[in-house]
Every structure is written in structure tokens, then in C-alpha cells.
């Protein structure tokens, strides 16, 4: 059966069938996913209830919200939170910003690019954490060494990543522009930036978790405050549910952070249809 189309600026009923569909859809798959960590979280505690598995290793649901809850009353949940949260976003943007502008750098010039190529391979490489002592001696004890390591975690792989996009440019829509006069600037302007911009979310979203990773590092390595100074302490001194309670907190703020780069992905792609 066909539908009637309708009057411009609506929709046809078919169309609003399908939107239907789709919503019907998306709530299920998220009941679902809600359904399933319900049912996880209970088949833990019960585990850690009845001891089928010993609760001093395992901890259990209840004991983290009771941990989580210590840590607000003593007023050092923010402090830790706030801490880790600082350093991460600070080494995420200059990751992001450095790595994007030295992108540009080496799509611009040929030479550059080319020999800048095999240093960048043994960079991305190169084990980081190897680089804590250094990074002590450098930055010192403070947030700047868990910053500073961030940031070393991030930087290649945005580099990287964005170099790829703007090499991937369609060759036939370059040589277009060239046969039309334009300017280099001109086409990465036009061409390049606009082409490369799912590149540079995919960027974004990888450096989420990179920048995390980062400051967990960095953290280990040398911290007196902060979500991996208290996985640390928690794993010295066998406070497990402290531990547990600390990799809850960060898998929160990690997929926070990730959800704000897809919502800019749904308003980035939104404007640019």
C-alpha cells in the first residue's frame, strides 16, 4: 500500500512508521542493556551474600556504594574525583590541539612529513610508562608529571590519526580543485578540514580513553591524590572494596567523557546535513 505524500514541511505516514520502528527499537536495546548490568550486579552480590566467592577478593555491589559513600562523608570523594578529572581533560585538549595543528604541519609540507614519519612510528612504540623516571626528573612529583604523561599517551595517536584523514582526501576532488586554480590553502580549507571531520571525532573518541589511561598511569607513577592513588593505596594496604569502588568511579567518568564527544558527533553531524 502507498501513502499519500503530505504537504511540504511534513511527513508522509510511512515515514512516521518507520521513526516509530526506530524508537520502538532504540528503547529496547536500551532496556536491555539496562536489564543486563541489573542482572550482573545481582548475580554478584548474591555471589559475595552467600560466599561463592570470597568477598574480600571479589568485594560485592553493596560494599563499594558503602565505600563510596565513606569517601563522600570524609569529604575526599571530590577531592579525588576532581583531581584525576582536572589532569585528564587538561592532557586531553593539549593532546588534541597539539596533535591536530602538528597533523596540519606534516600534510602541508611533503618533506617534513617523510622524515618526521619513522620518528613518530618509534614514538607510538615506545612503551610510556618506560619514560616515568624521566618524566619525574622533568616535571617533578606534582600534576604536571601525570599531565605531562597524558599528554605523551595522546599525542601520537592524534597525530596519527588526524594525518590519516587528511591523506585520505578523495584525489579526484584534489585534483579538481588544482585543475581550478585553488590555492593550497584554499584547498585544505575547503577540502581537507571538511573531509577529515569524522576522522577528527573517531580522534576524539580514542583520546578519551587514551587520556584516562594516561592519568591512571601518570598516577601510579607518582601522585598524592587522585582516582589512581587510591587503586594504588587501596592494592598496598588490601582495601579491595576501596579499589573496586575507585575502577567504578573511573569507568563512570570515562564513559561520561566519551558520551559528551558523541553528543558532539550527533550536533556535528546534525549541522552538517
Known sequence: MKYPMTRLGEYTQEHLDYLKRQKKKNATITVARVAILLVLLLIWELAARFEWVNPFITSSPSRIIKTIGGLYADGTLFYHVGTTLSETLIGFFIAVAVGYSVALLL???????????????????????????????????GSEAIIFMTVLIGLIVAILNMLGGFMSTDENKLLLLKSMGASKWQILTKLVLPSALPEFISMLKINVGMAWIGSIMGEYIVSKAGIGYLIVYGGQVFKLDLVMSAVLILCVLAAAMYALVSLLEKLVVKNTQ
Open 107 to 141: 600534510w602541508w609540507s611533503e618533506i617534513f612529513r617523510k622524515v618526521s614519519e619513522p620518528y613518530l612510528v618509534v614514538l607510538n612504540a615506545l612503551p610510556k610508562i618506560a619514560l616515568g623516571p624521566l618524566i619525574i626528573i622533568w616535571c617533578g612529583t
